[in-house]
């Protein structure tokens, strides 16, 4: 996975997608390029679809795009290099479910891409949606949010096999990705990370005072998050940073769900 993130992550947003369409040619898949406009822009999205029919679709989606300037290693191309492998696996094992593979445009900025996809395939279309983001870096897989995790539960997309594992947390509040989109449209929907421990700690302690309502401590909202830094120009934005070992935990655990469909 790692030659696949080396192969895709660019400053040039232009230049990762035609890496991304590259990398999908290579293992010889058929893909969908949407050049739609939503509010002020156009978002390019790339789709991937196994068994389309009359049955709503379970989503996995990873945004390829990056922000300005920064490389965009780990934020987001270990999603985008997972969600290949995904692909390879669905491809090999025929998986009997309406499945679309979403490589999200814009999800830094406003007009998402995740947006423009609810509104074309239509949100009673789609049944689930899984995000990947953010996962070469750390020893420990976030997933939330806890509500939509039990939504998961009684979809038979989650079981208690697939999540109980010492090195998977689950977490209250998202961090906030693509998975938004989907929530604003009370889709459920559950969104994947890899953060060092040392984060998840701080992480549920800030959850915790916001769900209280309560003013954050200065010596809390101080603290800099570790895997900040690997992403958005931080200072271990790089290549280097990436890990493929939380990548391939990640990979498992999609696996895992994907087995159990």
């Known amino acids: 996975m790692l030659n696949i993130v080396k192969n895709i992550a660019n400053k040039d947003v232009n230049k990762r997608r035609y890496s991304l369409i590259e990398e999908l040619d290579k293992i010889n898949i058929e893909y969908t390029i949407t050049n739609r406009k939503i509010g002020e822009n156009f978002v390019k999205n790339i ?3 196994f068994n389309n029919n009359d049955n709503k679709k379970l989503v996995i989606g990873a945004h390829y795009d990056n922000l300005e300037g920064s490389i965009g290693a780990n934020d987001n191309i270990t999603g985008v290099a997972i969600l290949i492998e995904v692909i390879k696996y669905i491809k090999e094992n025929n998986i009997d479910r309406n499945i679309d593979i979403v490589f999200f445009d814009r999800e830094e900025y406003a007009d998402r891409g995740s947006e423009q996809y609810i509104k074309e395939i239509g949100k009673n279309n789609i049944e689930a949606m899984i995000n990947v983001d953010t996962c070469g870096f750390g020893d420990t897989i976030i997933v939330g949010t806890e509500n939509n995790i039990q939504k998961m539960y009684e979809l038979k997309i989650l079981n208690n096999n697939i999540l109980n594992k010492d090195y998977i947390k689950t977490i209250q509040i998202n961090p906030g990705s693509d998975d938004r989109s989907f929530e604003e449209e009370n889709i459920p929907n559950i969104h994947i990370q890899v953060v060092p421990k040392e984060d998840l700690e701080i992480i549920n302690k800030i959850i915790d005072f916001n769900i209280k309502g309560l003013e954050i401590p200065t010596e809390l909202s101080s603290k800099r998050l570790k ?23 990640v990979l498992n655990f999609m696996l895992d769900i994907i087995k159990n469909l």
């Open 227 to 249: 895997f900040m830094d690997t992403i958005h120009n931080g200072k271990y934005d790089t290549l280097e940073i990436v890990n493929e070992k939380p990548m391939k935990l």
């Open 47 to 49: 789709i991937v679809n």
